[in-house]
């Protein structure tokens, strides 16, 4: 990727070539170097490094005190950063995969979500929720979910879900620093798949701001995580016909309406895309939000390209399940050919 398109939020003096575990074990380190109130606790974090290294070396720069290997207790870990995070301290929680986020689920519904409305804003929950994330690397079940929707449904949390490594070294930062809980979810396919350059300063990428990675007149395509891949893929394909706005949204919750709408106004036309199973999807508030609020603006009805109704399968069906690009083109040439 040119990196000389990207805002950086300080001038860069030193680039690196990084994958997504590589940033983001930067952007912790940093972190941890800069506020000692910065902790890290979870399964296997400390002396092995986490199940896909990304917290690699933190326990011996840092020690057993503020990388904390934990039980296999999801709801304790959860728990427990809640009280951390209560009492000053910035805990920053691992799940080693997404399908073992549900066993935290009361956790952070009925407490982490509510701190702030239940003291009258005399407590915060500053804590950040990390986890591996999404399909695409043929892994055993309850490996490779796509959770986002039960948080997103949650008032109090914040969802962030990163795409490159830039913008996962800038979004774990600024996820750190907020002052209310982050669940930052991180697309395990993306770990190792792409690398970029990013600097090796401290610099934040702020939550609440999509990313028009690329820009069209024809179609909006939206979508973010793992899917980013597909969507671009099939824009490139499609470029000697169709023009295509691609927007990575970064940070779900908060959503950046103002660029979304921007786009769809231009565009007329929209392709949202998830990994996750349709019913109840982000893609469906995304695309009731665009048609509350530009109907009229619309010279198709709004496509999602999703997973499907049922859990993710095992290897041989995992790319079928997953959306690709051919399925990405055909809801593309959908609605510019309405």
């Known amino acids: ?15 690196k070539i990084m994958n997504m575990v590589e940033a983001i ?5 940093q972190e941890m170097a800069r506020d000692k109130k910065v902790i890290i606790l979870g399964e296997d974090v400390g002396v092995d490094g986490g199940v896909f290294r990304v917290t690699d070396g933190l326990y011996k720069l840092f020690g057993p005190e503020r990388v904390i290997d934990t039980p296999l207790a999801e709801s304790a870990i ?3 950063s809640i009280g951390l995070a209560a009492g000053g301290m910035k805990p920053i929680a691992e799940i080693q995969f997404d399908g073992f986020m549900y066993s935290a689920l009361d956790q952070l519904i009925s407490h982490a979500s509510r701190i702030r ?13 990390r986890a591996p994330y999404s399909g695409g ?32 070294k800038g979004l774990i930062v600024s996820s750190i620093r907020d ?15 792409i690398k970029q350059q ?34 671009i893929d099939a824009a490139e394909k499609l470029k000697e016909k169709i023009s295509c706005e691609v927007i990575d949204l970064r940070t779900l919750k908060p959503l950046d309406e103002q660029t979304v709408f921007r786009s769809v106004n231009k565009t007329g036309r929209v392709v949202i895309v998830q990994e996750a199973p349709k019913t109840c999807g982000f893609a469906a508030e995304i695309s009731s939000r665009i048609t509350e609020n530009l109907l009229l603006s619309l010279e198709a009805p709004v496509e999602r390209v999703t997973g499907f109704d049922t859990p993710m399968p095992l290897f041989k069906m995992e790319n079928y399940y997953l959306p690709d690009t051919n399925r990405v083109i ?9």
């Not at 990727?1 to 680039?15: A, E, I, W, Y």
């Not at 409305?117 to 929720?129: A, E, I, K, P």
């Not at 002052?179 to 798949?193: A, C, G, N």
């Open 117 to 129: 409305t239940r003291s009258r804003g005399r407590f915060s929950c500053q804590m950040v929720l």
């Open 179 to 193: 002052p209310d809980p982050v669940i930052f979810l991180e697309p395990k396919k993306l770990y190792r798949s």
């Open 198 to 231: 990013v600097p090796q300063e401290e610099f934040t990428v702020p939550l609440g701001k999509a990313n028009v990675f690329r820009e069209g007149s024809d179609v909006s395509i939206i979508t973010y995580g793992a899917m980013m891949r597909p969507c």
């Open 330 to 338: 055909k809801a593309i040439e959908k609605v510019t050919g309405f």
């Open 25 to 29: 074990n930067l952007g912790l380190k």
């Open 78 to 80: 959860v728990g427990a």
């Open 1 to 15: 990727m040119d990196t000389s398109k990207l805002n950086f939020t300080v001038m860069p003096t030193k680039l």
């Open 137 to 168: 690397v043929r892994a055993l079940e309850h490996h490779s979910e796509s959770p986002e929707t039960y948080f997103l449904h949650t008032p109090g949390l914040k969802v962030v879900i990163p795409s490159t490594p830039y913008d996962a």
